[in-house]
T-cell receptor
């Protein structure tokens, strides 16, 4: 069965600093992977997705993630944090791993705080 | 124009009551989902519907029942509410082949 592990339940960075949120997956085959963002008291919004095309995926708001099969990782990065990036971030894997209508299995989330 | 909407946004009720949460999507999507987010922010799939057919039914209590009157709506009925049902419930929809699920704003259910 697929699973997702997000390292660090809380990450704090200074404004302008690099953002790195870690996600590792477990799957029998390379799965489809997603990063979602949840702002306070709101629903989830898709940041980016990996569906077996380019391994470096660019998303909205300057975020990107790189799929590394050898490390079973899909870490989310942003070169320069902005105050508006403060939110909860969820990594998710598709179940079945390559299903287009499967459900999403979420990690436990990482709360990103940005200090002025 | 809200893509996925849920009503109500907040719901406070007492144990033992029966309640419903409504979800509507105006995206023309084929599949709709219900997720539960607990107090620790953990998200878990509950149900999904594809063209009015239940295609995923996770191990949730049978007190929870999804009902889809048409492709644009997926409502969640909960009978005999318990304290542990307190959570935020999210509806989502998916266009076939797109891989991206669109989420509603959530319904915060509090059972007292």
């Amino acid at each position: 069965a697929q699973s997702v592990t997000q390292l660090g339940s809380h990450v704090s960075v200074s404004e302008g600093a690099l953002v790195l949120l870690r996600c590792n997956y477990s799957s029998s085959v390379p799965p489809y992977l997603f990063w979602y963002v949840q702002y306070p008291n709101q629903g989830l919004q898709l940041l980016l997705k990996y569906t077996s095309a380019a391994t470096l995926v660019k998303g909205i708001n300057g975020f990107e993630a790189e799929f590394k099969k050898s490390e079973t990782s899909f870490h989310l990065t942003k070169p320069s944090a902005h105050m508006s990036d403060a939110a909860e971030y969820f990594c998710a894997v598709s179940d079945p791993p390559r299903g287009s209508q499967g459900n999403l299995i979420f990690g436990k989330g990482t709360k990103l705080s940005v200090k002025p | 124009d809200t893509a996925v909407s849920q009503t109500p946004k907040y719901l406070v009720t007492q144990m033992g009551n029966d309640k419903s949460i409504k979800c509507e999507q105006n995206l023309g999507h084929d599949t709709m989902y219900w997720y539960k987010q607990d107090s620790k922010k953990f998200l878990k799939i509950m149900f999904s519907y594809n063209n009015k057919e239940l295609i995923i039914n996770e191990t949730v209590p049978n007190r929870f029942s999804p009902k889809s009157p048409d492709k644009a709506h997926l409502n969640l009925h909960i009978n005999s509410l318990e304290l542990g049902d307190s959570a935020v419930y999210f509806c989502a929809s998916l266009l076939a082949g797109s891989y991206e699920q669109y989420f509603g704003p959530g319904t915060r259910l509090t059972v007292t």
